[in-house]
């Protein structure tokens, strides 16, 4: 079993901010092609939108409600494309707030019938999307050094302090800020086992899984308490040597 030191303490934390655009790819032996988005050129506000980055860049706006002052982390929305275009089962992987959710929900329900559908073995057909947003108080604002700090506070309560419960809060606030980390949900997911939160271990499991598919063959013969067994000796063994 290979170790996972590149996959948790990676050296770079990536930003992911964009809706995720894969190009066609093979899985075992499934020729997929992705929804894509738009289906025809899209007129906002005297304005084309030539992507839904851009789309949501025009439409979304800060709900009174929230409190922009202190309101930062990246929205993550997926939703179903139909083999027509429509957009259903929208379901939030991470939230900024309740007020976000639905304004960027609502957003999206805009665009449902401009999307090319997604292509499976030459046919249009019904396939998952997902897209992200950040949401910043100000520009200047540095999300990836504020994740990077928190993940660092729970590292020290969760390894240094044998503290777990302390140490989910933190990680909690780095996902929020960096969904699409893979080192933070590495350390968030073995912090929920630890807890004895199954469910959301396996709900982190299935993002890093999802973000690193390599990993899928790697660990296909690997029972769910060895895998955990893997990962919390690489993370502890890097994360101690650096003390």
């Not at 007020?99 to 999307?115: H, Q």
């Not at 969904?179 to 499991?205: F, K, T």
């Not at 790697?218 to 063994?237: G, I, N």
């Amino acid at each position: 079993m290979k170790k996972l030191t590149l996959l948790v303490l990676s050296a770079a934390v990536s930003i992911m901010v964009s809706g995720q655009v894969y190009p066609p790819f093979l899985l075992e032996e499934t020729q997929i092609t992705p929804p894509s988005f738009p289906h025809h050129e899209v007129l906002v506000h005297g304005q084309t939108a030539s992507s839904i980055d851009e789309y949501l860049s025009i439409h979304v706006q800060y709900p009174p409600e929230s409190n922009i002052r202190y309101l930062a982390g990246t929205e993550v929305v997926q939703f179903q494309v139909s083999a027509t275009g429509e957009l259903t089962s929208f379901k939030v992987i991470n939230s900024v707030s309740p007020e976000i959710d639905l304004e960027v929900i609502r957003v999206l329900e805009t665009t449902s019938g401009n999307w090319t559908p997604g292509v499976l073995n030459g046919k249009p057909s019904a396939l998952s999307q997902e897209v992200s947003m950040v949401f910043k108080p100000h520009t200047s604002y540095d999300l990836a050094g504020k994740a990077r700090d928190y993940q660092d506070r729970g590292n020290k309560l969760m390894f240094l302090q044998d503290d777990p419960e302390r140490a989910l809060k933190y990680y909690n606030k780095a996902v929020k800020l960096l969904p699409y980390e893979e080192s933070i949900l590495c350390v968030r997911c073995l912090c929920r086992y630890e807890l004895g939160d199954d469910e959301g271990a396996r709900e982190d499991l299935e993002r890093i899984l999802a973000l690193n598919p390599e990993m899928k063959e790697r660990y296909v013969t690997a029972s769910p308490a060895d895998f955990f067994t893997y990962l919390k000796y690489d993370v502890e063994q890097d994360y101690l040597s650096k003390y």
